[in-house]
């Protein structure tokens, strides 16, 4: 999946747009909750360097909330990458060249998504 798919699959799925809030790296989208502004996910593009990868040429990425159990078995799936410039523990960065297995990227966006919601509170009786 490439930037622009994934883009269109978090509108389709969640109907959220992206924010662009930092303007040193106007090219860096976040995607928030309506509710509580909490991200779920952060795309950007970064040098292959900073993933672990050879070479300085820039790639697509974006950074989603995991359940830190997963994230070790993650890491070993192609495309998949300790996080980016975010906590390691819980989130986790996935390659937008097409590397990281479709299937697996929805799963972790949607574990993101959820992750990141508005709680609900339980009334006091």
Request: aromatic share 10%; net charge positive; proline share 9%.
């Amino acid at each position: 999946m490439d930037r622009k798919g994934l883009e269109q699959l978090i509108f389709d799925t969640y109907s959220v747009e992206p924010d662009y809030p930092w303007m040193d790296t106007p090219e860096s989208a976040v995607f928030r909750h309506a509710a509580n502004r909490k991200w779920f996910a952060l795309v950007t593009t970064v040098p292959r360097s900073k993933l672990g990868l050879p070479g300085q040429q820039p790639v697509d990425i974006v950074n989603l909330k995991c359940d830190p159990i997963l994230i070790g078995s993650l890491r070993a799936e192609p495309g998949f990458y300790p996080a980016y410039h975010m906590n390691k523990e819980n989130w986790i960065t996935a390659a937008l060249d097409g590397s990281a297995p479709e299937d697996k990227l929805r799963l972790v966006l949607d574990m993101s998504y959820n992750a990141t919601a508005p709680k609900l509170r339980k009334k006091k009786a």
